[in-house]
């Protein structure tokens, strides 16, 4: 459920950072009028990933256990790299994103309401897809329903109300910290999903090595304990852990971090740039201003 309440908090929050913005700029620029159109872009994206999310949980129910697991293993590692890439994106972007949607917004203007509804569309939509297929490998992996909906809903409502309250002026968050630690926390949450998709293939028989085991610690840690069960809800790991599942988390846990860490931690702006309220990261404050 943490795992869930986080993806669901980092993602409700770029997408509150995203309307924000739009909405702060048609204020500012007095285009009030052209707000339904991004709201109606926004409702269109949350539709739409909803519909991804039952799809997803609905359509392989009458298959074979073997296709289940083959369509399971793949749309995890498909969600890996959907979560890879948007650490990675707002990594690099997060100071430039303000910039970068306001001149998207005023080319989509320049081209109709149409344009204003679309684009809304693509820049919140692209996060609730990200959303729907990475909760989905949790709900998969878990083998429940409502811990994963329910830690992603409650994430998704406090992004919800931060991204109010940063809109209005009453608080201020670091963003780029923000982003920098839940980067972490994604890389190895996506690791263990990774490694369960890994799994699935297996016993689908699509990949050997079902049985070939890196390590067995289940009388150390039963599955029903509560360790157990914290382990596997947040990090997707599992006691009976097979090589392929083992050597698949390392060859991508290592390298992505290393590469996250020295892109996130190591390769921002100047310590004094860092020190000045300005330059820690999009303010949904300023955006308003």
Known sequence: MLANYLIGLRE???????????????????????????????????????????????????????????????????????ITWMIFWMGRN??????????????AIAVGKGAVVAMALLAVGR??????????????????TWAPIAGASLGIATAVGLGF???????????????QWTGVFLVLVAGGVLAYGVHDLQEAGILPGLH??????????????????????????????????????????????WIFIGMAFRGGPPRAARTAPAASSPDLAAAGA
Not at 44 to 52: C, E, K, N, T, W
Not at 100 to 106: C, F, K, S
Not at 167 to 172: F, I, K, L, P, T
């Open 94 to 107: 997060a100071r430039h994103l303000k910039g970068q949607l306001e001149g998207a917004l005023e080319n």
């Open 12 to 82: 409700g929050l770029e997408a509150a950072l995203v309307v924000s913005i739009l909405v702060a700029y048609l204020v500012r620029t007095d285009r009030r009028p052209l707000l339904r159109q991004v709201w109606f872009g926004v409702g269109i994206a949350a539709g739409v990933s909803i519909g991804l999310g039952a799809l997803l949980t609905l359509g392989p129910q009458g298959l074979s256990f073997e296709a289940q697991e083959a369509i399971g293993g793949a749309l995890s590692i498909v969600a890996v790299g959907l």
């Open 212 to 257: 070939t085991l890196a390590f067995d610690v289940s009388d150390a840690v039963p599955a029903g304990s509560v360790h157990g069960t914290l382990l596997k809800g947040i990090f997707n790991l599992s006691p009976q852990t097979t090589v392929l599942e083992a050597v698949a988390w390392v060859a991508y846990v290592v390298p992505v971090m």
């Open 127 to 144: 996060e609730g897809l990200e959303t729907a297929l990475f909760l989905w490998a949790g709900i998969t992996s878990a083998g429940s």
């Open 165 to 179: 309250l940063m809109y209005r002026g009453a608080v201020r968050v670091n963003l780029r910290t923000f982003f």
